[in-house]
């Protein structure tokens, strides 16, 4: 059964420190990773999407990396602002041959940037 | 852009009332999901649906039915609200071509049952 961890569960940092947000997984049988940003009482918003055949992605200041034989992807933030404070989740699609539409989610790191 | 906008952002409803929960989207996405969000638990799926009609259990299916009519539209339905049922409900669409499988995600509602 595929489970999805984020570690740690909360991070403070200073502004303009760059930071790194992990996600690990259990079973490497996956379609796609996907990064999301969730504010307070909001829904989530995409942030990137891995699919399985690539390494990395990057969209401004974030970059996300995935290493599928070791199960983990990691979300790298540069230069971090306030107003990247949020919680960052990660979430895995299974293959298309799993029988299964079901994503799964992990836990999420809650993420301060201290002004 | 990608909408999904769903009907209420805060409920308050009591307990034994039958709720419904609106999502609609705006993107011709076959694929359609509720989820439900508490503290320390994250986000657990409750029906999904990848067509018109069709319909399949999530995790915690217990206590809710869906209905998609439309292609569009995919409705929550808590036929007898409890307590046990006060939590933030998240609705996401997602294609089978392009971009295929990314979620996109409404704003939420926060339903309250008292």
């Known amino acids: 059964k595929q489970e999805v961890t984020q570690i740690p569960a909360a991070l403070s940092v200073p502004e303009g420190e760059n930071l790194v947000l992990n996600c690990s997984f259990t079973?490497?049988?996956?379609?796609?990773l996907q990064w999301f940003r969730q504010d307070p009482g909001k829904g989530l918003t995409s942030l990137l999407l891995?699919?399985?055949?690539?390494r990395e992605q990057t969209s401004g200041r974030l970059n996300a990396s995935l290493d599928k034989s070791s199960g983990r992807s990691t979300l790298y933030i540069a230069a971090s602002q306030p107003g990247d404070s949020a919680t960052y989740l990660c979430?895995?699609?299974?293959?298309?041959?799993?029988?299964?539409?079901?994503?799964?989610f992990g836990t999420g790191t809650r993420l301060k940037v201290l002004a | 852009d990608v909408k999904v906008t769903q009907s209420s952002r805060y409920l308050v409803k009591r307990t034994g009332e039958k709720v419904f929960l609106e999502c609609v989207q705006d993107?011709?996405?076959?694929?359609m999901f509720w989820y439900r969000q508490d503290p320390g638990l994250g986000l657990r799926l409750i029906y999904f649906?990848?067509?018109?009609?069709?319909?399949e259990k999530g995790d915690i299916p217990e206590g809710y039915s869906v209905s998609r009519e439309k292609k569009e539209r995919f409705s929550l339905i808590l036929e007898s609200a409890s307590t046990n049922q006060t939590s933030m409900y998240l609705c996401?669409?997602?294609?089978?071509?392009?971009?295929?499988?990314?979620?996109?995600f409404g704003p939420g509602t926060r339903l309250t049952v008292t």
């Open positions: 996401a669409s997602s294609s089978n071509n392009l971009h295929p499988y990314e979620q996109y």
């Open positions: 079973d490497s049988a996956i379609y796609n």
């Open positions: 979430a895995v699609r299974p293959n298309l041959d799993s029988g299964t539409y079901k994503y799964i």
């Open positions: 891995i699919q399985s055949s690539q």
């Open positions: 649906s990848y067509d018109v009609k069709m319909k």
């Open positions: 993107m011709d996405h076959e694929n």
